[in-house]
């Protein structure tokens, strides 16, 4: 049976050959030849299933083969001859003596790098595509070296790269030039050529380093006993000249008073520590608690009390050491009562602001309507302002959650809006004065009547579903509305509208006299006419048709030979009388 080919490893080399391969199979006793395409090459048999070769010359892909006293292998297993990289740029063309930047390497047939050189020290390997190679350079001695690329398919020609000297850094100054010995403060360096600075010592202790610039460095100092020491900046560059920094030992803190002097034993109230030498509290203890510091000046810290009982030391601690100690006493907050709500209704929306009045209300955690949490306005021992939930149409009790428990309950009705379905009249004088009936729902707690933006002059509740209002004085199409402790209402449902009417005004009749059988067609002039329910002759009524807002026509009633007023009549007034002659038949 003929050779099998199954691999050869690797499977890619360079064009010029000498790629040393492995190839693996079966059947290769005795071989007599391999070849890489149409070119042969030297091989040692290893075993019936291996043979290795150095690889010809070639370009290309090629089928590798095996000739054996069987007979030639016909597996397509290939051999790739890859192109040598090309490098075209370098990006920086120069660097630190220290190495560690990144340089850019661009150029063709780049992929599978498996080294980047700089002179003859090897560059990690950032990133690798067929265009472009990311690596970190090596250190190297001030001088210029050959930077090349290897790959499968060869090494790369070479492209300079410069290793420059690092100037030593250099500090001029130092801001602060002292500090407490606990360290924790921050600390300016300014000088020259400072940049990558690997570290900053304050004596033989680091400082942490924040800030690194070429001529700036901001570092924390670290903790120091008494005394004055060497600060210096190290780069690759070297390490720079010492200038003076002095550790000063801090004063001990002295409390002088506290407000207040007691609180609940829940904790939670803010003390303020009064006294001299508080810079830089770490800690405050109520007895054995930790208190939250939430201000500290020098004279001056404020503390959010931890829960206790009794009384108790309260201390501060700096880097100065500890203070003296202040009393403080807890004292078993009382149970909240509740004596009064103002108001004690509201709407089912909620939003409203509700006066709670009491004793014993300091430090609210909670204020409920029924099962649902109020939004706390403002706290006092003696009164709490809320914004009260939204809650169905109901009554429910009110109840007040303090450190001393939860107070008595007092009642509050979630009261539906009101609601209008119609009015009458919908028509009235611009001037007022005229009793409207409302109809509606939710009536009963009517509070105001506004015709438009105006309240009404006077109103009466004559039950849950209907009021009368006396009209005040407007203009024009208005919306009539109605508030109660449960809202106002609106325009969404019913006829609540409500239309102001300018008195009817007469200006000529035409004809002015006739016949005192009556009959005649009299056409009447003037104007807010439209709206005409009556028209009489000397208190007679006629039959009429209001044509528009400036003519009516009548028909004449019969009378008495003689004189008699002509007046029209709307939902705002009667009109001025203009008089009409009864001509005798």
Same mark, same amino acid.
């Given at each position: 049976?003929?050779?099998?080919?199954?691999?050869?490893?690797?499977?890619?080399?360079?064009?010029?050959?000498?790629?040393?391969?492995?190839?693996?199979?079966?059947? *290769?006793?005795?071989?007599?030849?391999?070849?890489?395409?149409?070119?042969?090459?030297? #091989?040692?048999?290893?075993?019936?299933?291996?043979?290795?070769?150095?690889?010809?010359?070639?370009?290309?892909?090629?089928?590798?083969?095996?000739?054996?006293?069987?007979?030639?292998?016909?597996?397509?297993? #290939? #051999?790739?001859?890859?192109?040598?990289?090309?490098?075209?740029? @370098?990006?920086?063309?120069?660097?630190?003596?220290? $190495? =560690?930047?990144?340089?850019?390497?661009?150029?063709?047939?780049?992929t599978g790098a498996t080294s980047v050189k700089f002179g003859s020290n090897s560059a990690v390997i950032l990133t690798n595509t067929a265009t472009q190679?990311?690596?970190?350079?090596?250190?190297?001695?001030?001088? &210029?070296?050959?930077?090349?690329?290897?790959?499968?398919?060869?090494?790369?020609?070479?492209?300079?790269?410069?290793?420059?000297?690092?100037?030593?850094?250099?500090?001029?100054?130092?801001?602060?030039?002292? =500090?407490?010995?606990?360290?924790?403060?921050?600390?300016?360096?300014?000088?020259?050529?400072?940049?990558?600075?690997?570290?900053?010592?304050?004596?033989?202790?680091?400082?942490?380093?924040?800030?690194?610039?070429?001529?700036?460095?901001?570092?924390?100092?670290?903790?120091?006993?008494?005394?004055?020491?060497?600060?210096?900046?190290?780069?690759?560059? $070297?390490?720079?000249?010492? @200038?003076?920094?002095?550790?000063?030992?801090?004063?001990?803190?002295?409390?002088?008073?506290?407000?207040?002097?007691?609180?609940?034993?829940?904790?939670?109230?803010?003390?303020?520590?009064?006294?001299?030498?508080?810079?830089?509290?770490?800690?405050?203890? #109520?007895?054995?608690?930790?208190?939250?510091? @939430?201000?500290?000046?020098?004279?001056?810290?404020?503390?959010?009390?931890?829960?206790?009982?009794?009384?108790?030391?309260?201390?501060?601690?700096?880097?100065?050491?500890?203070?003296?100690?202040?009393?403080?006493?807890?004292?078993?907050?009382?149970?909240?009562?509740?004596?009064?709500?103002?108001?004690?209704?509201?709407? /089912?929306?909620?939003?409203?602001?509700?006066?709670?009045?009491?004793?014993?209300?300091?430090?609210?955690? &909670?204020?409920?309507?029924?099962?649902?949490?109020?939004?706390?306005?403002?706290?006092?021992?003696?009164?709490?302002?809320?914004?009260?939930?939204?809650?169905?149409?109901?009554?429910?009790?009110? /109840?007040?959650?303090?450190?001393?428990?939860? &107070?008595?309950? @007092?009642?509050?009705?979630?009261?539906?809006?009101?609601?209008?379905?119609?009015?009458?009249?919908?028509?009235?004088?611009?001037? =007022?004065?005229?009793?409207?009936?409302? *109809?509606?729902?939710?009536?009963?707690?009517?509070?105001?009547?506004?015709? =438009?933006?105006?309240?009404a002059a006077a109103f009466t509740v004559v039950s849950d579903n209907q009021l009368t209002v006396t009209a005040p004085a407007g203009s024009g199409t208005?919306?009539?509305?109605?508030?109660?402790?449960?809202?106002?209402?609106?325009?969404?449902?019913?006829?609540?509208?409500?239309?102001?009417?300018?008195?009817?005004?007469?200006?000529?009749?035409?004809? +002015?006299?006739?016949?005192?059988?009556?009959?005649?067609?009299?056409?009447?002039?003037?104007?807010?006419?439209?709206?005409?329910?009556?028209?009489?002759?000397?208190?007679?009524?006629? +039959?009429?048709?209001?044509?528009?807002?400036?003519?009516?026509?009548?028909?004449?009633?019969?009378?008495?030979?003689?004189?008699?007023?002509?007046?029209?009549?709307?939902?705002?007034?009667?009109?001025?009388?203009?008089?009409?002659?009864?001509?005798?038949?």
């Amino acid at each position: 049976m003929a050779p099998v080919v199954t691999s050869v490893s690797p499977a890619q080399g360079a064009p010029a050959g000498g790629t040393n391969v492995t190839i693996t199979g079966s059947g *290769f006793t005795g071989a007599t030849k391999v070849k890489f395409g149409p070119n042969g090459t030297n #091989f040692i048999l290893v075993s019936d299933t291996q043979i290795t070769a150095k690889t010809p010359p070639g370009t290309g892909t090629v089928q590798v083969t095996v000739t054996a006293p069987t007979g030639t292998s016909t597996q397509n297993v #290939f #051999f790739t001859y890859a192109q040598a990289p090309v490098l075209t740029t @370098l990006s920086p063309t120069s660097g630190p003596t220290s $190495g =560690g930047n990144v340089v850019t390497l661009n150029g063709t047939n780049l992929t599978g790098a498996t080294s980047v050189k700089f002179g003859s020290n090897s560059a990690v390997i950032l990133t690798n595509t067929a265009t472009q190679i990311t690596a970190i350079a090596p250190a190297g001695p001030p001088s &210029s070296v050959n930077v090349t690329v290897t790959t499968a398919g060869g090494t790369s020609n070479a492209l300079t790269y410069t290793y420059t000297a690092i100037p030593a850094p250099i500090l001029t100054n130092l801001n602060p030039t002292s =500090g407490p010995t606990s360290g924790g403060n921050v600390v300016t360096l300014n000088g020259t050529n400072l940049t990558g600075a690997t570290s900053v010592n304050f004596g033989s202790n680091s400082a942490v380093i924040l800030t690194n610039t070429a001529t700036q460095i901001t570092a924390i100092a670290p903790a120091g006993p008494p005394s004055s020491v060497n600060v210096t900046v190290t780069t690759p560059g $070297g390490t720079s000249n010492a @200038l003076t920094y002095t550790y000063i030992a801090a004063p001990i803190p002295t409390l002088t008073s506290l407000s207040p002097t007691s609180g609940p034993t829940s904790g939670g109230n803010t003390v303020t520590l009064n006294g001299t030498n508080l810079t830089g509290a770490t800690t405050v203890l #109520f007895g054995p608690s930790p208190a939250t510091i @939430l201000t500290n000046t020098a004279t001056q810290i404020t503390v959010t009390a931890p829960p206790g009982t009794g009384p108790v030391n309260v201390t501060v601690t700096t880097p100065g050491g500890t203070s003296n100690a202040l009393t403080y006493t807890y004292v078993a907050a009382s149970v909240p009562v509740l004596s009064s709500l103002s108001p004690t209704s509201g709407p /089912t929306s909620g939003g409203n602001v509700v006066t709670l009045n009491g004793s014993n209300l300091a430090g609210a955690t &909670s204020v409920k309507f029924g099962s649902n949490s109020a939004s706390i306005l403002t706290n006092t021992a003696s009164q709490i302002t809320v914004s009260a939930p939204a809650g169905p149409p109901s009554s429910v009790s009110v /109840t007040v959650t303090t450190a001393g428990g939860t &107070s008595n309950p @007092l009642p509050y009705f979630y009261l539906a809006a009101p609601t209008l379905s119609d009015l009458s009249p919908h028509l009235g004088p611009d001037t =007022g004065g005229n009793t409207v009936t409302v *109809f509606g729902t939710n009536l009963t707690l009517t509070n105001a009547v506004n015709f =438009g933006g105006n309240p009404a002059a006077a109103f009466t509740v004559v039950s849950d579903n209907q009021l009368t209002v006396t009209a005040p004085a407007g203009s024009g199409t208005v919306v009539v509305t109605v508030t109660t402790p449960g809202g106002t209402s609106t325009a969404a449902t019913g006829n609540p509208y409500y239309t102001y009417l300018g008195a009817p005004v007469l200006t000529s009749l035409t004809p +002015s006299h006739g016949a005192d059988v009556g009959g005649d067609a009299i056409v009447l002039s003037g104007s807010n006419l439209t709206f005409t329910d009556a028209v009489t002759f000397g208190g007679v009524p006629a +039959s009429f048709s209001a044509i528009s807002d400036t003519q009516v026509v009548a028909t004449s009633p019969g009378g008495a030979p003689g004189t008699v007023n002509v007046v029209a009549q709307t939902p705002a007034g009667s009109s001025n009388g203009l008089p009409y002659v009864y001509d005798p038949s």
